[in-house]
């Protein structure tokens, strides 16, 4: 990209993202939502490896059961750390920003594997943990879903990626112009 008002050309992935209005909105609230699957691997692959939210607290997600895991698991505090972060990063850097939304859909189905669905008396836990679930014999662990996630994530970028590169010359942009 080449800057008018500057005599060196910028990289598109140091494109500044708008924070103010609609957009930076939309940021705050998809950086937001980065807290349910970074708290997720923290909880899983860091601080209570290598179980569920609760399976050190409880039944379900009783008040209790919440203020028990919050006093003793650092997941959660630092996934909002992380958040931050990755609102201050990706205002910056254009590339985090495109990233953030094929990481959430990503991370769905570890999330949900991780975090279990509330009020279900841990349905995923009781029947799916622990190699209870099995495709053709072959019993489905949690590394098994960080490589599906891994792999949606690669796929999910790489088509935004395209899309963002396309998205100029279908919209009628200039060739060096940046896309809003």
């Known amino acids: 990209m080449f800057d008018e008002t500057e005599a060196t050309p910028r990289r598109a992935d140091a494109v ?20 349910i699957p970074f708290t997720a691997i923290l909880h899983n692959a860091i601080f209570d490896r290598p179980t569920c939210i609760l399976n050190s ?5 009783y008040p209790a059961i919440i203020q028990m895991w919050l006093a003793k698991d650092p997941s959660l505090p630092w996934a909002i750390v ?18 953030a939304w094929p990481f959430l859909y990503a991370s769905l189905p570890l999330s949900i594997w991780i975090w279990d669905i509330p009020f279900t008396k841990r349905i995923i836990c009781m029947h799916m943990h622990d190699r209870r ?12 879903l960080y490589i599906l996630t891994l792999g949606l994530f690669l796929i999910l970028f790489g088509l935004a990626l395209r899309r963002r590169s396309v998205q100029p010359k279908i919209a009628g942009f200039k060739k060096n112009e940046t896309v809003p």
Do not use: E
């Open 57 to 61: 607290y409880g039944p379900d997600y």
């Open 133 to 144: 679930f099995a495709i053709s014999g072959f019993a489905i662990r949690c590394i098994h």
């Open 16 to 35: 500044p993202v708008p924070c103010d209005g609609d957009a930076g909105r939309r940021w705050f609230k998809t950086c937001a939502l980065l807290v």
């Open 82 to 99: 992380a958040s931050f972060l990755t609102y201050y990063v990706g205002r910056r850097y254009n590339r985090v920003t495109i990233a």
